[in-house]
């Protein structure tokens, strides 16, 4: 569950919809699930609109990282900005997320050597490169 999304609004959860409705085949059939949920009791409404945004996650991951800045970080957890994945603990690269060394390299286009080097001054005051976990 993300952290901030239980505290905003639904108009704000709707409001999140209507930025991705239709692009890319997200949120395609919005208005009839949000006229579904509308005839939910008000403590079901919310539920359901985030469960329904989260599911639509699950099939973009440019999606999940968009909610992520939209509505704060994930209760500790972040989301590997290469393959979309939730995760505990990874690797956090020049401000970017990745869950693994694959997804290190593939997003930074590094070759492993590089990173090696990178993560090797992690323990630097200023060091920004390093493994983590945010649990």
């Not at 994930?74 to 939730?86: K, P, R, S, T, V």
């Not at 693994?100 to 490169?129: F, M, P, R, Y």
């Amino acid at each position: 569950m993300v952290s901030m999304i239980r505290y905003c609004s639904l108009e704000d959860l709707w409001s999140f919809i209507g930025q991705y409705k239709g692009s890319c085949g997200l949120f395609v059939h919005a208005e009839d699930k949000q006229k579904r949920i509308e005839l939910l009791k008000p403590e079901d409404q919310k539920l359901l609109t985030i469960e329904y945004i989260l599911s639509e996650c699950q099939s973009s991951k440019s999606l999940a990282i968009d909610l992520q800045k939209w509505f704060g970080q994930f209760d500790e957890a972040q989301i590997c900005e290469h393959c979309g994945d939730i995760m505990w603990d990874g690797y956090s690269i020049k401000g970017s997320t990745y869950c693994s060394l694959d997804c290190c390299i593939c997003g930074t286009n590094w070759e492993l050597k590089q990173l090696a080097e990178e993560l090797e001054h992690a323990e630097e005051v200023d060091g920004d490169c390093y493994y983590t976990n945010w649990s």
